[in-house]
């Protein structure tokens, strides 16, 4: 069965870059067909989504990551990527990679838990200040 594997996670300073990747658990497995999102959760807070790309192309961000964050596809299709410049201590969290199979998106509306149906197990990120 599909299940995203995310990879990349790790300790960082203020204004430095990570990337974090999401492919599936079976190799060369194609995300063409799936709407892959980016979600976080700090301690104590709510799981938050904070970059999608769908299966028809569109990009969306949420509003405190947009110039900062970006998502996109490699070219083979099989991972998702995650580049997070300029990251800052309220950036930390475990981010987690969730998929949809051809989930319509809508710019500028939230990035829903419930929309996705496959988890992975989350990969922690630390930005010390």
């Known amino acids: 069965q599909f299940r995203p594997v995310e990879s990349g996670g790790g300790l960082v300073q203020s204004g430095g870059s990570l990337r974090l990747s999401c492919a599936a658990s079976?190799?060369?497995?194609?995300?063409?067909?799936?709407?892959v999102a980016w979600f976080r959760q700090a301690p104590g807070k709510e799981r938050e989504g904070v970059a999608v790309?769908?299966?028809?192309?569109?990009?969306d961000y949420v509003d405190s990551v947009k110039g900062r964050f970006t998502i996109f596809r490699d070219d083979t299709e099989t991972t998702v990527y995650l580049q997070m410049n300029s990251l800052r201590p309220e950036d930390s969290g475990v981010y987690f990679c969730?998929?949809?199979?051809?989930?319509?998106?809508?710019?500028?509306?939230?990035?829903?838990?419930?929309?996705?149906?496959?988890w992975g197990q989350g990969t922690q990120v630390t930005v010390s200040s």
């Open positions: 790309v769908a299966s028809d192309g569109k990009i």
């Open positions: 079976v190799p060369e497995f194609s995300l063409d067909y799936y709407t």
């Open positions: 969730a998929a949809a199979a051809s989930l319509i998106i809508r710019i500028g509306a939230p990035i829903l838990r419930y929309e996705y149906d496959y």
